[in-house]
């Protein structure tokens, strides 16, 4: 029988306590990208969600080097899930008697990492240092506001 040798690790975060919306915010910015571009962005971003995600990267990362031995140079966030968590409600005391109520939401966030390396498929890794498209137009002259010598003449 033939083993697959398994190339995805995770990190799972429970019961953090923020909107799933200001957290999904975040997470899209960082799916599909490698890990060390993901501390960056998320190091440079001024969202509070980016602290918990920050950790949990770290986590993955980690889970990863511990458990497959793989370098950090290699992973990739392969997906990356927020799901909403439990709602806790309280009661706030307002005028004449009255009770405002107060909704804490959390959410549940799921960082999937996967090495490269250690996939059959080759997967082409955009970097923030390779640009994905190139420019085909050359650029133009203007050679009727040129002189012989190449400098700007002016009328």
Request: proline share 3%; net charge positive; charged share 30%.
């Amino acid at each position: 029988m033939l083993k697959k040798k398994k190339t995805e690790v995770y990190a799972l975060g429970k019961h953090i306590s923020m909107s799933a919306d200001k957290a999904r915010r975040v997470i899209d910015q960082i799916r599909g990208r490698s890990y060390e571009e993901t501390l960056m962005i998320l190091e440079l971003m001024p969202y509070r969600a980016c602290y918990p995600i920050l950790k949990l990267v770290y986590s993955a990362a980690a889970n990863a080097s511990y458990n497959m031995g793989s370098s950090e140079t290699n992973l990739v966030i392969s997906k990356a899930e927020v799901n909403g968590g439990t709602i806790v409600k309280k009661l706030k005391p307002r005028a004449r008697g009255r009770s405002f109520p107060i909704k804490r939401s959390t959410c549940h966030i799921t960082i999937v990492m996967k090495d490269v390396s250690l996939d059959d498929k080759y997967i082409k890794i955009y970097s923030l240092k390779t640009t994905k498209w190139k420019k085909k137009s050359t650029a133009m002259t203007y050679c009727d506001r040129y002189n012989s010598e190449g400098l700007w003449d002016k009328k």
